[in-house]
């Protein structure tokens, strides 16, 4: 099995360019984001645990997110691999995994990561506040404090998965939608 992870800032285009990668190499797109907004919706009890947090714009806990993601490599058959996208958002979760994928006697094939400044994000989840309608989006504040979140929790995972060789990055801007899913495209071809 192939394990893709897709990294990269809030709002650099993961969500964006999942799909193309998905549909092209036959894996599933497993954003945790989406799962918990799912769980949320329908008022489930782990729901109900990651609300406030992530409209706060926190972590939810590691345990969370590693099950859901467990869990989705248990029960989901009849693809290539997986496409993580907003997982591993920590180290104690990248260890997680590398414990998940060699109880498959599998391992992480790369990290395809997606940069953008920080400026940049602040624009782009502005912009999605209004198409998308998510409490996180919605004030200065969070999205401030989302991105704190990201440089002191997220980012160390870059060192962690270069010291294994694993870490492949492209530009996310400057570029059109289509010049960044390009860019993606053919990094992972080369993988
Ligand atoms: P995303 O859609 O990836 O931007 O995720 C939205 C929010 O869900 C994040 O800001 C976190 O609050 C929560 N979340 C998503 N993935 C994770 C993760 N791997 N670990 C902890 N919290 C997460």
């Known amino acids: 099995m192939k394990y893709y992870i897709l990294f990269g800032p809030p709002g650099a ?10 549909q092209k190499y036959n894996l599933k797109h497993l954003s945790t984001g989406e799962l918990l907004r799912a769980e949320i919706a329908a008022g489930t009890e782990l729901g109900l645990k990651a609300r406030d947090l992530i409209a706060a714009g926190n972590l939810v806990p590691d345990e969370i997110v590693e099950g859901m993601i467990e869990n989705a490599f248990d029960t989901i058959k009849g693809v290539d691999g997986f496409l993580l996208d ?6 104690a979760q990248a260890e997680a995994l590398e414990q998940m994928t060699a109880a ?11 940069m953008i400044p920080d400026a940049v994000v602040h624009e782009r989840i502005a912009h999605r506040a209004a198409i998308e309608g998510r409490a996180d989006d919605a004030s200065d504040a969070t999205i401030t404090h989302r991105i704190e979140t990201y440089h002191a ?5 870059i060192d962690f998965y270069k010291a294994k060789g694993k870490y492949h990055e492209v530009c996310g801007y400057p570029g059109s939608i289509d010049d960044v899913r390009e860019r993606v495209l053919s990094l992972v071809e080369e993988f």
């Open 13 to 22: 285009g993961k969500g964006t360019h999942a799909g193309a990668i998905a």
């Open 86 to 91: 907003g997982f591993p958002r920590t180290i």
């Open 104 to 114: 498959r006697n599998d391992e992480v094939t790369g990290v395809i990561s997606i």
């Open 153 to 157: 929790q997220t980012e160390p995972l």
